[in-house]
C-alpha cells in the first residue's frame, strides 16, 4: 500500500531531528519543534501549511519553537493545534494528553494513540500510529540507546521500554536524536559478543562518514541490538553484576547499573 503520507526530518541543534508529517494536500504536523525558524524555513522552501503540532514532553530543544510557529501560522491564515502531555507544565498546549487518547490530523486522515513513557522525564509521552508504522518517541528510546533520566526511575523507564518493545517488530522509530553511534560504541562494550550489534555498528560508521542518519531505526532491530530493551539477556546480566560486584536479582537492578554505566561513558 502507498502511503498517503511523507515524514521528513528538518535538522536541528547539533543533533536534534524535528519531524515534519507531510500529507498530499501539502498540509503539515512538526514533532518536537524545538527550534523555530529551521521549521518555518522548510515550511516555506516546500510551500507547505502548517495544521498541527505534537510535544512528546517539556524540554527546550523539543518545545522552543513554539510560540513563534503559533504566530507563524496566523500568518498562513491557519490556527494550529498543539498537543502534548498532560502531566508536564507546557504553556500553550491546546490538548492535554495521557495514554489511552487517541488524536486524529489532516481531517481524521491519520491518527496517533498516545503512550505514557515516563523515565526520561516524568510526564513524557509517544505518538504510535498503526496504518503508517510509526512511532515518534522524543527522548526515551533511541537506537542502541535510551534518554537519561532526568526525572523518572530506572523501573518507570524500563517500563516505558518494554511497553515499546511490545509494539510490531517493523514500527519504525523516529526518535529525536542522532545520536545512534556514540550509543553503539557503548554497547559493543556491553555486549561484545552480539553478531547482530556489530553488523549494525560497522553500517552505521559507513552511514555517518556519509553524513547519512541513522534514524528511522525499528523496533525489530532495536530489540536484537539495544542494550536498554535486553536487560533479561544473560551475557548482560553477567556483566553487570561484574560490574557491579552484586547479585541482581531483577531486570530493573541491571537495567540500572547499564544506564549508570552509560552516564559515565
Not at 136 to 165: H, I, V, Y
Not at 191 to 207: I, M
Not at 220 to 232: A, C, M, V, W, Y
Request: charged fraction near 20%; charge should be negative.
Amino acid at each position: 500500500m502507498v502511503s498517503m503520507f511523507e515524514i521528513k526530518a528538518i535538522n536541528a541543534f547539533s543533533d536534534n531531528f524535528i519531524w515534519c508529517i507531510i500529507n498530499n494536500n501539502s498540509q503539515c504536523v512538526l514533532v518536537d519543534p524545538g527550534d523555530a525558524n529551521v521549521c518555518i524555513e522548510f515550511i516555506e522552501k516546500n510551500q507547505l501549511h502548517l495544521t498541527d503540532i505534537l510535544i512528546t514532553h517539556h524540554h527546550s530543544d523539543h518545545v522552543g519553537g513554539l510560540a513563534q510557529l503559533i504566530d507563524f501560522a496566523k500568518t498562513q491564515d491557519s490556527a494550529i493545534t498543539v498537543y502534548g502531555p498532560a502531566s508536564e507544565n507546557i504553556s500553550l498546549l491546546d490538548h492535554k494528553l495521557v495514554e489511552g487518547n487517541r488524536i486524529t490530523l489532516f481531517d481524521d486522515q491519520l491518527e496517533f494513540a498516545v503512550i505514557d513513557l515516563p523515565g526520561h522525564t516524568s510526564g513524557h509521552i509517544a505518538f504510535y500510529n498503526e496504518s503508517e508504522n510509526a512511532l515518534f518517541c522524543g527522548d526515551t528510546l533511541f537506537s542502541g540507546g535510551c534518554g537519561r533520566l532526568f526525572e523518572g526511575t530506572p523501573e518507570q523507564m524500563l517500563n516505558s521500554l518494554t511497553k515499546l518493545s511490545h509494539l510490531p517488530d517493523n514500527t519504525k522509530v523516529y526518535c529525536a536524536h542522532e545520536y545512534t553511534l556514540a550509543n553503539l560504541h557503548f554497547a559493543r562494550t556491553i555486549e561484545p559478543k552480539n553478531s547482530q550489534l556489530q553488523s549494525y555498528y560497522d553500517n552505521v560508521v559507513e552511514l555517518r562518514a556519509k553524513n547519512i542518519a541513522t534514524i528511522p531505526s525499528t523496533i525489530g532491530l532495536e530489540k536484537q541490538i539495544n542494550p536498554f530493551l535486553r536487560s533479561h539477556c544473560s551475557d548482560i546480566k553477567q556483566l553487570a553484576e561484574q560490574q557491579s560486584a552484586q547479585l541482581l536479582e531483577t531486570d530493573v537492578k541491571v537495567f540500572a547499573i547499564i544506564r549508570s554505566l552509560k552516564d559515565n561513558f
